[in-house]
Nanobody
Framework: QVQLVESGGGLVQAGGSLRLSCAAS????????MGWYRQAPGKQRELVAAVTSGGSTNYADSVRGRFTISRDNAKDTVYLQMNSLKPEDTAVYYC??????????????WGQGTLVTVSS
């Protein structure tokens, strides 16, 4: 089994910053991509940002230029630096890891979610 443990959520005022962390552990053979998704009340879960093992990144248009995703491959950990936060960034943020487990089966794991609340 693979576990993703997230940290760093909380309450912040508009214009502030937060940094989310997500560490993967367990039966991991390799992780190809790690990313952050978010789900606001009444809305579908959406991709915020993702990063591959080679360092290629992808961002949602709504966060590009404000959020930065980074990854420590040696620690199987991904970070999301969120700056210039807006009330519309309020959501539960979920970490995702996609790759191969030690069983050689495909791996697609999710964290438990961390709440980010941005007050106006």
């Amino acid at each position: 089994q693979v576990q993703l443990v997230e940290s760093g959520g909380g309450l912040v005022q508009a214009g502030g910053s937060l940094r989310l962390s997500c560490a993967a552990s367990g039966s991991i053979f390799s992780i190809n991509a790690m990313g952050w998704y978010r789900q606001a009340p009444g809305k579908q879960r959406e991709l915020v940002a993702a990063v591959t093992s080679g360092g290629s990144t992808n961002y949602a248009d709504s966060v590009r230029g404000r959020f930065t995703i980074s990854r420590d491959n040696a620690k199987d950990t991904v970070y999301l630096q969120m700056n210039s936060l807006k009330p519309e960034d309020t959501a539960v943020y979920y970490c995702n890891a996609a790759g191969v487990a030690t069983t050689r089966y495909a791996l697609n794991a999710w964290g438990q979610g961390t709440l980010v609340t941005v007050s106006s």
